[in-house]
């Protein structure tokens, strides 16, 4: 079963505002990431880590940031929010090697 | 950059055998993943291939031919429960994985 969690499930917030969205694992895996995905559409890479203060950019990276100070902590803040970030943001991780990624349950951000 | 390209859409019936086919473009490849995802759930492993041929685990197959960057997920025995979108991803190491846009299966009883 796997040991990765979002917080929140679901989050509506007013455009400008900022927001953080919380990733966490217990399996003490290396790599971790995030993807944006709309409903029914591909997975867009926003950020990943290969591990404690090493952070790379996606392609969507241009309006967030991300923290990787703990290794079992990912967390994801735009700085502020605007309606095209309206979508579902999914956090993974893996071991090293990319044979197996572990999906949490999903933040589905709405932005009015 | 990296591409993989697959069908958007497959139907079958219940019972049957259908093939989700994925062509690759991308450097320093290592292998090749398979996800499956459920309408609003998380996408979940299903199967992995380093090398060439057939891996097999119950009634999902994952096939990969790396001299022509293809592969394919071959799902036997369709149920209901099988209706859910399909996801190629690329492994190139260092970097994260990338997705294909996905392939939605119906399965019809």
């Known amino acids: 079963e796997a040991d990765i969690y979002q917080t929140p499930r679901y989050l509506v917030i007013g455009t400008g505002k900022k927001i953080t969205l919380e990733c966490s694992q217990t399996?003490?895996?290396?790599?971790m990431y995030w993807y944006q995905q709309d409903p029914g559409m591909e997975l867009h890479l926003i950020h990943y880590?290969?591990?404690?203060?090493?952070?790379e950019k996606g392609d969507l990276s241009s309006e967030s940031t991300v923290s990787r100070i703990r290794t079992e902590h990912f967390p994801l803040t735009l700085e502020s929010a605007r309606p095209s970030h309206t979508s579902q943001y999914l956090c993974?991780?893996?071991?090293?090697?990319?044979?197996?990624?572990?999906f949490g349950q999903g933040t589905r951000l709405t932005v009015v | 950059g990296q591409s993989l390209e697959q069908p958007s859409e497959v139907t079958a019936v219940e019972g049957a055998i259908v093939q989700i086919n994925c062509t690759y473009q991308?450097?320093?490849?290592?292998?090749l993943s398979w996800y499956q995802q459920h309408d609003g759930g998380a996408p979940t492993f299903l199967s992995y291939?380093?090398?060439?041929g057939l891996e097999e685990t119950g009634r999902f197959s994952s096939f990969l031919s790396r001299s022509d960057s293809y592969g394919y997920l071959l799902l036997q025995e369709l149920q209901m429960k099988d209706s859910a979108s399909y996801f190629c991803?690329?492994?190139?190491?260092?970097?994260?994985?990338?997705f294909g846009s996905g392939t939605r299966l119906q399965v019809q009883p």
């Open positions: 993974a991780s893996s071991e090293q090697q990319n044979t197996e990624a572990f």
């Open positions: 399996m003490g895996h290396d790599k």
């Open positions: 880590s290969y591990g404690v203060n090493s952070t």
């Open positions: 991308t450097s320093g490849f290592y292998g």
């Open positions: 291939n380093a090398l060439d």
């Open positions: 991803a690329s492994d190139t190491g260092r970097r994260a994985l990338t």
